[in-house]
């Protein structure tokens, strides 16, 4: 079944992309050899005049380059054969006689802008569903079909730069105020629009510039001549590395296109660009940031539990028992998803507290445009605020995240279930204390799981479902499903204290904790750990995370697992201090009383063991203590069972726990390293630090086995 079809429509050539048996259009290799045929008619027929790309698919008009393609790639040169091949292909459309116009409705993105960009007119529908984005860098390529190239000239330098650099979304009406698009139509008149706008090109009644537009003094000056783009250049490459750190290649690359483009000509831009293409495609960051593209995708369709799964029920109202930092933002999420929801706490006081909270999450969004004044209206209108359980009646789920004490959680359990349906689904938030345990003081223990949500609820991807033995398949997939309604990525786990990512977490901070007991300053822990790509290194999060909460997460999983989880002594005596950490503005570091971070607080010293007087420790073996306990106790949990697989285990870490994207996780960092090599680390480990780093059971069968957790090639995902 071909993919193009070709319609004429008096004269102009209408092409509608529509590939068969995929949910998406995607640049495939029979595509593009449906694309170079389809050329070649138009050329040899001379009755028509003008072309429309249109797409036959409801929500993209063309998703990108097809990304399963990339993983049969070996080599740099395959892939760099690969852009050659589209960028001459794109050349052919951009160099067609006949004006060529992009009906876009729908995800343009990747190689889908790239195909656009070649097209001489550009018309988007002003609708939620229309991105334009050249999202490449976030699975660590560069754009390889002429985007380096084509964009900046079209957009302006700087824009350019951003969008390449973050591959962030643009959505239709700011597309068509940076001079992406050509023009903004309502989805009901695309087509008939596009056919027309094709004919008055073809006549010369619509004449188009392309000159990047609205860029302001200082961005002409800037952009216009070479003195101005090598500082554009130069203050690019500082601002990717102070995010990067250095450890990931792909926007240092593409920058390079952009410049090879302007410093040496655009033929030499599209060279670089395939050369860069190439080299980053079959890149280890790349092989992992793809993994993670295909591991979420995979979540996305899995239910939670085993096959045949009920169907969920839909979530009518949401009861949020604590309006504190956790129930508000839960609450946030909700109500942006259309749910209503029934926000319960103690006193007005603290309900009307969690609602500004939740106001405060809209209005930001509102602020950023990302709303509008009546969804925000509207959305603020489905929060209501409670200090008796009226309204919970009608809710057939509640999240309950009151304080991390479990007498108190029995209590509200027990006031809860007096006030839902039978049916209703009880969720806690608790981050450590295991739901079986709380599940006790229920008349339905089958009713009862886990919702785990990271902190700030609004921005972190991941929930973490926990299921225990008795909790019923139709109510997993019912938190499952609203998790995904509310945007976020959603793995399951068994219950145990910690479940997954607490526990895998406490494992790599304790370690943290342990270097501080032996003179280990706090400034180089946290720098190992931030060079190895965590986004902050394990004492700053400490500090996030609260030194109160720290201390009792590290009681509770002492208690559960002895001796290995035992807290440091430097931890302990902190605790004790009194010190919160940020939300107290003190902790390990200093805080301004906005809460920002200072320099560490020297005085904090006078509290550890050896006091002020540090040690140097090689940050190689920093690193590897603190992520090799991580990832022990990431084995632990599968071998368990607490964790239903490795890709589970990884996509966890990577949006829960902030384990490096680039390094696909810690199941795919043992791969990578080597699981008899890194068995090996452990051994030896546990001799210097006995009864701390002996490696799991799991990990030692697959040194024994030399298995590995993933297939080295091929589809990433077993
Ligand atoms: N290649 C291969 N498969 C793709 C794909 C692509 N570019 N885009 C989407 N898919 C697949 C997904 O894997 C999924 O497959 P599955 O059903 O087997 O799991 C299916 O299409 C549906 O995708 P989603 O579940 O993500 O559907 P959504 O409606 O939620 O989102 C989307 C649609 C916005 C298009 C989203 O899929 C997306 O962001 N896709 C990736 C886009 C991308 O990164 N493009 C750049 C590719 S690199 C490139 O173009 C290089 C070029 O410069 C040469
Ligand atoms: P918080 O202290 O901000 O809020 C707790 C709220 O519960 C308070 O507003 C309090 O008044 C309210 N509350 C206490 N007793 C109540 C009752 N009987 N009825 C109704 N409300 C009552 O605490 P936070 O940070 O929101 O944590 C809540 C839960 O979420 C805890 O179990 C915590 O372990 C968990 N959690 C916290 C995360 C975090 O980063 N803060 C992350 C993930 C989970």
Redo the contacts with the bound molecule.
Sequence with gaps: MPALSLQRIDGVALITIDLPG???N??TAGLRAEFSDIFATIVADTTLRAIVLYSGKS??WL??????EFLTLRTPAEAEAL?RS?QSLLASLESLKVPVVAAIHG?C????L?CALACRYRIATDHPKTVLA???V??G?V???G?TQRLPRLIGLQRALDLILTGRNVRAKKAYQMGLVDELVHPAILLDIAIDRARKLADGKLSVSHAPKDRGATGVLLEDNPFGRSIVFRKAREGVLAKTHGHYPAPLAAIGAVQAGYEKGIEAGYREESRA?GEMTVSEVAKELIFL??AT??L??DPGVEEPAPQPTRVQTLGVVGAGFMGAGIASVAVQQGTPVRLKDTDVARVGKGLAAVADVLKERLKKKQITRIQYEDQLSLAGGTTDYSGFGRANLVVEAVFEDLALKHRVLREVESALHPDAIYASNTSTIPIGRIAEASMRPNRVLGMHFFSPVHRMPLLEVITTTATDKDATVTAVAFGKKLGKTVIVVNDAPGFYTTRALSAYMNEAGRLLDEGASIEAIDKALLDFGFPVGPITLLDEVGLDVGGKVGQTLFEAFGARMSPSESMRRVVESGRTGRKGRQGFYLYDEEGKKNKVDPTVYELLPHGATRREIDPQEIRQRCVLAMVNEAARCLEEGVLRSARDGDVGAVFGIGFPPFRGGPFRYVDSVGVVELVEELEQLDGRFPGRFAPSELLLDYARARRRFYPAHGSPIP
């Design positions: 995929e949910p998406v995607k640049v929500d993209t998703a990108g380059a097809d990304i399963d852009s589209g995800a993105l990747g190689g889908g790239e050249l999202p490449e976030q699975l390529l754009p390889g079909a985007g293409f593209f295909f995708n995979a996305k369709k």
